[in-house]
T-cell receptor, first 115, second 114 residues
Framework: GNSVTQMEGPVTLSEEAFLTINCTYTATGYPSLFWYVQYPGEGLQLLLKATKADDKGSNKGFEATYRKETTSFHLEKGSVQVSDSAVYFCALSDPSEDSSYKLIFGSGTRLLVRP | ETGVTQTPRHLVMGMTNKKSLKCEQHLGHNAMYWYKQSAKKPLELMFVYSLEERVENNSVPSRFSPECPNSSHLFLHLHTLQPEDSALYLC?????????????FGPGTRLTVT
């Protein structure tokens, strides 16, 4: 079955540090991949997405590249800010599945950025 | 602002009460979802409606009863809840039958059962 594995948090960084949050997946077909972010007290927001191998999703300085050979979709940002403190969720949807409407989420990684 | 609204944002209820959570989407989507988010547990998909028909019910106790009167509105009716039902309840919507099932979430209802 399909699944998503994320690195456990919390990840604690100083402002302007480089961020990587690892995400790997297993899928039977050719999934679409997503990163969602949840700020304190809010719902999940779509941060970026990629639909096929070698696609790079980017938004607000964050990037992730769909790597089929390593089944990974790691989230990166070159210089984090305090306002980036949130929980980040990696997710996939598999169009080849009958339940393709379903998003499979990772367990989330909490990021804390200190001034 | 994602185009998905939820009311109320916070709800405290006793175990014998009956209440309802409401979700409305303004995105023209035709699929809607209820999720439960508890502390230190993965996001749990509860119900899915696609084209106003329930297509998934993940072994959710009958004290949770969803209703989808049209493609823009989704309700979750609650009765005789337990303290372990305290959680953040998230609604989401998407455009079904496309190749990209990105979902858009509301801000959630923080439910406390006393």
């Amino acid at each position: 079955g399909n699944s998503v594995t994320q690195m456990e948090g919390p990840v604690t960084l100083s402002e302007e540090a480089f961020l990587t949050i690892n995400c790997t997946y297993t899928a039977t077909g050719y999934p679409s991949l997503f990163w969602y972010v949840q700020y304190p007290g809010e719902g999940l927001q779509l941060l970026l997405k990629a639909t096929k191998a070698d696609d790079k999703g980017s938004n607000k300085g964050f990037e992730a590249t769909y790597r089929k050979e390593t089944t990974s979709f790691h989230l990166e940002k070159g210089s984090v800010q305090v306002s980036d403190s949130a929980v980040y969720f990696c997710a996939l949807s598999d169009p080849s599945e009958d339940s393709s409407y379903k998003l499979i989420f990772g367990s989330g990684t909490r990021l804390l950025v200190r001034p | 602002e994602t185009g998905v609204t939820q009311t109320p944002r916070h709800l405290v209820m006793g175990m014998t009460n009956k209440k309802s959570l409401k979700c409305e989407q303004h995105l023209g989507h035709n699929a809607m979802y209820w999720y439960k988010q508890s502390a230190k547990k993965p996001l749990e998909l509860m119900f899915v409606y696609s084209l106003e028909e329930r297509v998934e019910n993940n072994s959710v106790p009958s004290r949770f009863s969803p209703e989808c009167p049209n493609s823009s509105h989704l309700f979750l009716h609650l009765h005789t809840l337990q303290p372990e039902d305290s959680a953040l309840y998230l609604c989401a919507s998407s455009q079904a039958q496309t190749s990209l099932y990105e979902q858009y979430f509301g801000p959630g209802t923080r439910l406390t059962v006393t």
